[in-house]
């Protein structure tokens, strides 16, 4: 960088002078940029939600069947770390945005911490439902095993959306590492913040499709049956 | 103005002094537009070279020199390369970079680094696509559409063309969404949205669709690896998954596909029918809402691939009935062009030929498409060569006609020289026989029953096939005429000047031809219409240095 | 670049505001099954998620006052509607071959059925 952007002008006939934006210092281009990007998250869930409501629809019964045998307990206590995550984020990036650069650092590591809480509990889960013997390519997911089509793929649908938004969380754990090394290194600024914007963004999608997946997953099956494992 | 980074160097990383790193790492959109053509025409004359090969293999009934197996990957890999390889990225990358900027009057796009490395990822993709014609297990051999549950048990590397396709299609989406964002942020002052040329119109439906179907034949692909080495169940019908819903994912994304192809060809359309008629457009909004409404009927037309496949009665006439609908803002633009060049000076160069042989050609593969939409006609005709014939009318003849068109009308721009006129009017119409002798005996073919993907025939068939044999060598060899016409012309050709079609939009009014780094020596002001003609000549006038308007 | 029009102690209010708000549609979601529209669990609980996403979206994400984004994000979700209202509305309600087809006949048992005639993409695992 050298020097600090300044935008062109055009004049018209009249004389009059337009400010034209270029695609350097662009925050609303960059807004809308990752706005279109969410859009692409919101149609590939929005595809395997629509598988998840096909098979739904063959077999009702299996599927809340299944649901009921999730482990509502853990499940929600997910879906409360995540809502404190998104709320760290969002203080984080007000922090930034008024220019309290140490606070917000403090708060994408606590969003950093609150993430790899989520994965860990997630990895409990898993590992409880591999112990009752549903696990991809194990024991009752084989095809030969006695449990009904519906609840196969319930469960098989169930490890892939949770497995791909543990993925996207690993991700974001990423971003706020690589955001954190950006704003040490005075690239993100209170002037200049439109990557901790955009993460901020990203982390609050990541949020807004669990708010889909969990009640889809863990919570039809609940009326009638209750607890988890 | 102050220097900045990308002044400099227009480079996305560091500083190079070799010409070749400087190519390699540059983010200016004019060559990454070229690079993308590079690459891309080298793989479609790999596809070409497939086809050939198929039609030799088809030129008598009985196996020749190729086995069923051999026969399928051909196939394969022929539908892969032109789709994923070609013809999805096709208009947007090359003329959507090289053009699209210039004619609204930008520096560059919005994300130019993201371009950059679009464009690697592209590259990445066509790598990993081919990378499995050299392993054990061979090319996939299910076809482009990798329907499920085969692709699931094929013991070809089917993996490297799933992942390869997602690859691309992630290249895709962010094209999509560079231009996107582009198009809102970046417009001259002045130029609202009716003032947009006709190609950027076309360009920004097309943008959408990338932007919003891509994703659902991505996840589509991951759903179907993950059928595949996890076994999740969702496609396979021993854990009670249904094919059926592959093929709607699938076509959710790859039928708005064809229009994402087709939206950009006609914005090329829109161009060169005023320029060469030497008037203003007819019906401007209306061409410009059509592009956008052909988009938005686009999501809902899917089922018509499924007709056959085993989807509610219901649900078939619906998409039947939505089948038709696309036909009128198609049909729309068609009378506009038609209308367009009425009491117009029409000078016939060779743009001009190339985009009047495809209203001829599209105006064919078109309305076979309408006869397919029907559903009994459909069950009758579905995976027949009719299909084929149909689909490559429409493709060939529309999409790839119009880009060879929009290569015509834009080469001087691009590079600063002409090609020969003469020359490249042969070769038109060398192709234009051919492309028409190679297809049009398919359609009678495919209504007798010739069922297509077979390596084989029964002996009542050979007529046609050997129809479109001789028709394909014809089409070829205009098809290489043409490139070496494009070769001699870049290497030798006379110097073009800035208009040398006397056409109106911005990117015409540069002060270099080729154009600059950074374009336009200022932004424009915008107060004009695109295409405004007066007794057959352009209204707005540009000095170059200053970018006002002196008419 | 807005730093200065920043009202920090208002906003911030505003983000605990919805905090609350999101954690007692939360705990509406657990009750919900002992309590109210027990008889369509899936209605109550996806427009539950529907309040909650709308809360996220405008009030975490910005979304308020944007109206171009707002009009791009009513596209994105129309089309997935429309998705769903095509393929599970109308294809898969109205599925023709309940009592003939091997998927939805879960009543045998699958491991004869697998045996016999469905055709097994993991055979060899």
């Given amino acids: 960088m050298s020097g600090p952007y300044v935008p062109e002008i055009a004049t018209d006939r009249d004389g009059n002078q337009h400010e034209v934006q270029g695609w350097q210092d662009d925050f609303y281009g960059g807004k809308l940029g990752f706005w279109l990007f969410m859009f692409t998250e919101v149609l590939m869930f929005g595809a395997m939600f629509m598988a998840l409501a096909y098979y739904n629809t063959l077999h009702p019964q299996d599927f809340l069947d299944a649901s009921a045998s999730l482990n509502r307990l853990l499940g929600g206590v997910n879906t409360v770390v995540l809502l404190i995550s998104a709320l760290t984020m969002g203080l984080g990036l007000l922090n930034m945005r008024v220019g309290k650069v140490k606070e917000a650092k403090l708060m994408i590591w606590a969003t950093i911490i609150l993430a790899a809480a989520f994965l860990v509990i997630k990895g409990f889960e898993w590992r409880a439902e591999y112990n009752h013997g549903i696990f991809l390519m194990h024991d009752q997911m084989l095809p030969g095993s006695s449990l009904p089509f519906g ?5 098989g ?13 690993i991700i974001g754990i ?23 914007w955009n993460i901020a963004l990203y982390w609050d999608i990541v949020h807004l499709i669990w708010v889909f997946v969990f009640p889809y997953y863990y919570m039809i099956g609940a009326g009638g049956v209750t607890g988890g494992h | 103005m102050s220097k900045t980074y990308f002044d400099e160097t227009h480079c996305a990383i560091g500083h190079p002094k070799s010409k070749f790193m400087q190519w390699m790492l540059t983010v200016d959109h004019k060559r990454i537009g070229i690079m993308y ?3 891309m025409f080298f793989y479609f004359f790999i596809a070409v070279a497939t086809a050939f090969m198929m039609r030799l293999e088809l030129f008598a009934p009985g196996g020749q020199f190729m086995d069923g197996d051999t026969f399928n990957q051909a196939f394969t890999l022929h539908g892969v390369i032109m789709i994923f ?10 003329f959507g970079n090289i053009v699209m900027p210039l004619m609204i009057g930008a520096k560059d796009v919005s994300f130019p680094r993201l371009n950059w490395f679009t464009f690697w990822l592209y590259v990445v993709g066509t790598v990993v696509a081919m990378s499995s014609l050299f392993t054990d297990a061979g090319f996939a051999d299910t076809g482009w559409t990798f329907y499920a549950p085969y692709s699931i048990n094929t013991s070809t590397n089917v993996i490297f063309t799933l992942v390869a396709a997602f690859i691309l299609g992630m290249a895709s989406i962010l094209t999509g969404l560079n231009f996107l964002v582009t198009i809102h942020r970046l417009r001259a002052p002045g130029m609202d949205f009716w003032k947009m040329p006709l190609f950027v119109w076309g360009i920004y439906a097309t943008a959408w ?3 919003l179907a891509t994703p659902v034949v991505g996840i589509t692909l991951i759903l179907a690896i993950m059928e595949k080495y996890f076994g999740i169940g969702i496609f ?54 059509s592009s956008a409404s052909i988009a938005g009927i686009g999501y809902l037309v899917w089922g018509h691939h499924l007709y056959t496949s085993g989807m509610a009665d219901t649900a078939k006439v619906i998409f039947s009935f939505l089948t038709f609908f696309v036909a009128i803002p198609t049909g729309i633009k068609f009378y506009d062009w038609i209308a367009t060049m009425y009491k117009g000076k029409v000078i016939l160069s060779t743009p001009m030929l190339w985009a009047l042989g495809t209203i001829i050609t599209f105006t064919i593969g078109g309305l076979t498409g309408v006869t397919i939409a029907m559903i009994g006609v459909d069950i009758h005709l579905q995976d027949t060569y009719y299909t084929v014939a149909h689909f490559h009318y429409a493709m060939l003849g529309g999409v790839v006609f119009l880009l060879f068109a929009g290569m015509h009308y834009w080469f001087p721009l691009v590079t600063g020289k002409m090609y020969d006129e003469k020359h490249g009017k042969i070769s038109f119409y060398i192709q234009f026989v051919g492309f028409n002798l190679l297809w049009f005996p398919m ?9 297509r993907r077979y390596f084989d025939y029964l002996p009542e068939f050979q007529i046609y096939h050997q129809l479109s044999f001789f028709g394909a060598v014809i089409f070829i060899s205009g098809l290489v005429y043409m490139f070496v016409v494009f070769y001699k012309g870049w290497t030798k050709g006379k110097p073009a000047g800035t208009n040398p079609w006397n056409a109106t939009t911005l990117e015409w009014h540069l002060p270099s031809s080729p154009p600059p780094l950074e374009n336009h020596s200022k932004v424009p002001y915008v107060d004009f219409n695109p295409y405004e003609y007066h007794h057959g000549h352009p209204v707005v006038k540009f000095n170059y240095e200053t970018m006002q308007r002196i008419d | 670049m807005d730093t200065n029009t920043i009202d920090y102690a208002k906003e911030r209010s505003g983000y605990y505001k919805i905090l609350v708000g999101l954690l007692l549609l939360t705990a509406v979601t657990f009750i919900q099954p002992h309590m109210f529209m027990t008889e369509s669990t899936f209605m109550a609980q996806m427009l539950i998620a529907v309040v909650k996403g709308w809360l996220i979206l405008m009030f975490y994400m910005h979304l308020k006052g944007e109206t171009l984004i707002i009009w791009m994000t009513g596209f994105s979700l129309f089309i997935v509607f429309t998705f769903f209202a095509i393929v599970i509305g109308v294809d898969v309600q109205k599925f023709q071959f309940q009592d003939e087809s091997h998927i939805t006949s879960s009543a045998t048992p699958i491991a004869e059925v697998g045996k016999e005639s469905a055709p097994s993409a993991h055979s060899a695992q």
């Fill in chain 2, 209 to 211: 669709i990338q932007l």
């Fill in chain 2, 443 to 451: 359609f009678i073919a495919g209504y007798y029953g010739m069922p």
């Fill in chain 2, 236 to 289: 396979d019908p021993a854990k009670g998954g249904d094919p059926v819903l592959f093929e709607h994912l699938f076509w959710i994304y790859s039928h708005p596909a064809v229009y994402l192809m087709i939206l950009p060809a006609f914005g090329i359309m829109s161009e060169i029918i005023p320029v060469f008629s030497r008037r203003e457009i007819f019906g401007y909004r209306a061409i410009a809402i």
């Fill in chain 2, 85 to 94: 390889l070609f013809i999805v990225p096709g208009i947007p990358a090359i």
């Fill in chain 2, 37 to 39: 053509a590079a690459v």
């Fill in chain 1, 174 to 196: 990423g971003l706020m590492i690589w955001l954190l090394k950006r704003i040490n290194a005075e690239k993100v600024r209170p002037d200049h913040h439109i990557l901790h």
């Fill in chain 1, 157 to 169: 649908l169930y490890f892939t959306m949770t497995g791909l938004h543990g993925f996207h969380i």
């Fill in chain 1, 151 to 155: 609840q196969k793929l319930f469960f």
